[in-house]
T-cell receptor, first 110, second 114 residues
Framework: DAKTTQPPSMDCAEGRAANLPCNHSTISGNEYVYWYRQIHSQGPQYIIHGLKNNETNEMASLIITEDRKSSTLILPHATLRDTAVYYCIVRVDSNYQLIWGAGTKLIIKP | DAGVTQSPTHLIKTRGQHVTLRCSPISGHKSVSWYQQVLGQGPQFIFQYYEKEERGRGNFPDRFSARQFPNYSSELNVNALLLGDSALYLC?????????????FGPGTRLTVL
């Protein structure tokens, strides 16, 4: 059970901000939110992670709601190269491994 | 610096055969994890090795085995291949056993079982 809910697909215009939502209503107090992405035919790539504060790095921003039941990954100025499947992950199993869902396929359109 | 490398990139096998997939982690990384990714799904954890010891095993049959060598490279072996083993096999390396934000993936090996 991936423990997250993401829309299966989204479109965004090139140059605009891409906002990818993730619901994690059963998140525990000590569970982090991780975002990875997977460009076609490549391995997944780490983007960002956070616990309860908003986070920003050179790739994206992560906004976590105060109740921590949902979050949004923001790509501020999407380019065609941002077309990928984006995974929101919050759960760690008994092996201390991240449990991946099916992700959101983000298509950036010219 | 070289990233995580995997070989071969593609492989075609028939049912019942066995296969060995190889992974070289980023220099200095001591943890290697293996994942299976079926088309349209996220990666599913198979094994993790850290400092040459198995640290975790996912819900996969005993046909799947792995090992890590003194140089931290790793092999994944799958025996008695089934059609359902057709997938992208990903290797990820990280400095430590639970550094989820520093997990680097290789490009994967595409296995097709006929």
């Amino acid at each position: 059970d991936a423990k997250t809910t993401q829309p299966p697909s989204m479109d965004c215009a090139e140059g605009r901000a891409a906002n990818l939502p993730c619901n994690h209503s059963t998140i525990s107090g000590n569970e982090y939110v991780y975002w990875y992405r997977q460009i076609h035919s490549q391995g997944p790539q780490y983007i960002i992670h956070g616990l309860k504060n908003n986070e920003t790095n050179e790739m994206a921003s992560l906004i976590i709601t105060e109740d921590r039941k949902s979050s949004t990954l923001i790509l501020p100025h999407a380019t065609l190269r941002d077309t990928a499947v984006y995974y929101c992950i919050v759960r760690v199993d008994s092996n201390y491994q991240l449990i991946w869902g099916a992700g959101t396929k983000l298509i950036i359109k010219p | 610096d070289a990233g995580v490398t995997q070989s071969p990139t593609h492989l075609i096998k028939t049912r019942g055969q066995h296969v060995t997939l190889r992974c070289s982690p980023i220099s200095g990384h001591k943890s290697v994890s293996w994942y299976q990714q079926v088309l349209g799904q996220g990666p599913q954890f198979i094994f993790q090795y850290y400092e040459k010891e198995e640290r975790g095993r996912g819900n996969f049959p005993d046909r799947f085995s792995a090992r890590q060598f003194p140089n931290y490279s790793s092999e994944l072996n799958v025996n008695a291949l089934l059609l359902g083993d057709s997938a992208l096999y990903l290797c990820a390396s990280s400095p430590g056993p639970r550094t989820y934000n520093e997990q680097f993936f290789g490009p994967g090996t595409r296995l097709t079982v006929l």
